[in-house]
């Protein structure tokens, strides 16, 4: 099992960057494609990134939205720059054992979540 916990979160102007951290302990955290999947209010959960245990990565942000992960840290990051106000959304840091996948259900070990608020 892996537990998640992710930090960076916050509020922000529109056009501002934040960086989003995950740090994960217990198995072994090399082995584990992760993701970055949001929510926001009355909405389902979707797909921002993902990255193979390998460094591959997927992206549905191209040219805002960076993820980047440290084996050695245990950590994924997701750089996100000239943020929007649709970008508000709690974002969860998410691992599976079935590839970087764009799919929600794909992941099977989640965070708490984080909060981002960009406004206007």
């Known amino acids: 099992q892996v537990q998640l916990v992710e930090s960076g979160g916050g509020l922000v102007q529109s056009g501002g960057s934040l960086r989003l951290s995950c740090a994960a302990s217990?198995?072994?955290?090399?082995?584990?494609?992760m993701g970055w999947l949001r929510q926001a209010p009355g909405k389902e959960r979707e797909f921002v990134a993902a990255?193979?245990?390998?460094?591959n990565n997927r992206n549905s942000v191209n040219g805002r939205f960076t993820i980047s992960r440290e084996n050695a840290k245990n950590t994924v990051y997701l750089r996100m720059n000239s943020l929007k106000p649709e970008d508000t959304a709690v974002y969860y840091c998410a691992a599976s054992r079935r590839g970087y996948s764009s799919a929600v259900g794909a992941y099977d070990y989640w965070g708490q979540g984080t909060q981002v608020t960009v406004s206007s």
């Open positions: 990255i193979s245990s390998s460094g």
């Open positions: 217990g198995r072994t955290f090399s082995n584990y494609d």
